[in-house]
């Protein structure tokens, strides 16, 4: 997390406020973090749509496509008629790809539930990258047409072992865009280049964030992210909700270099 000595004095007590707010919560290993996951997403999405008849979530791919589509799926009477979901980022591919964030969560999750085909909104893979960029842009202006930024009920996002999240990367041009919703990228360091991601603003108005993190491989970059290292904030760093929450779901490897007070839940906790 960047230092509140890194902003001007009139900021701190603001930083440090939204420093508050967030939950770093470690569980022995991913099989104890899904349930408490899955249980998260329900929670608000009940509160959602008791608040504003639908709940808006916002996925990400890795290791999330797997934990989400066994948890969700084990519950009983899931019910996602009222759900809307939108990507943080997608591979500019085919979705019968790999590769492709919509596809997996398609074949895992989305064809075993009951959420309706208007409430995903996909990008068109068919489309130059810019292109595709300004058609989801579209897609989500009239899926949230009172809002400057999207502001979606719950984000879950992952983090990669350089720091990067969506698909901002370090030191990349797109971390200083303040005014697009939908961004194209056409040079990812990480394959396939072609990507469309969500930017910081839009990341930063969601009224709950959620990461993921798990394995040893993360351990030095998380303890980066969470108490701050030497130069610029890693990308995931730079996610600080402006009204929202922020949880950090870790298991005991990816949280193994950490010295900050964390939270050890019990069997059975809800966030």
């Known amino acids: 997390m960047v230092s509140a000595l890194e902003f001007p004095k009139s900021s701190v007590i603001q930083t440090y406020t939204l420093m508050a707010a967030r939950r770093v919560v470690v569980f022995p290993s991913s099989a104890e973090l899904g349930p408490v996951l899955a249980q998260l997403v329900i929670s608000r999405a009940t509160k959602a749509i008791s608040s504003h008849g639908r709940f808006t979530l916002g996925l990400s791919g890795g290791s999330l496509v797997s934990i989400l589509s066994k948890e969700l799926l084990a519950l009983p009477d899931l019910d996602c008629s009222k ?11 085919s979705f019968d790809d790999p590769e492709s964030t919509y596809g997996l969560y398609k074949s895992q999750l ?12 996909t990008i068109n893979s068919s489309l130059p ?34 720091g990067h999240t969506c698909s901002l990367f370090p030191d990349h041009p797109l971390l200083e865009e303040a005014k697009k919703i939908v961004a194209p990228i056409s040079d990812s360091p990480k394959p396939p280049p072609q990507r469309v991601t969500m930017t910081f603003p839009v990341v930063n108005s969601a009224r709950c964030v959620a990461f993921v993190s798990t394995g040893g491989s993360k ?11 030497e130069g610029p904030a890693f990308p995931a760093a730079r996610v600080v909700p402006t009204s929202g929450e922020l ?7 990816a949280a193994a270099s ?14």
């Not at 990507?87 to 500019?92: I, K, M, Q, T, Y």
């Not at 989305?110 to 909104?121: E, H, R, T």
């Not at 899926?143 to 979606?152: G, I, L, N, Q, R």
């Open 247 to 253: 949880f950090w779901l870790v298991d005991d490897p």
């Open 83 to 93: 759900w809307v979901v939108g990507f943080c980022d997608e591979r500019l591919v």
């Open 258 to 271: 950490l010295t900050i007070q964390v939270e050890r839940p019990g069997s059975g906790t809800k966030l």
């Open 110 to 121: 989305f064809s075993k539930i009951n959420i309706p085909d208007s409430g995903i909104l």
């Open 129 to 162: 990258v810019n292109e595709c960029a300004e058609d989801y842009t579209r897609k989500l202006k009239e899926a949230f047409p009172d809002d400057d930024f999207p502001v979606f009920d719950l984000l879950l996002l992952g983090m990669g072992p350089d």
């Open 219 to 229: 351990a030095t970059v998380l303890k980066g992210v969470l108490e701050g290292s």
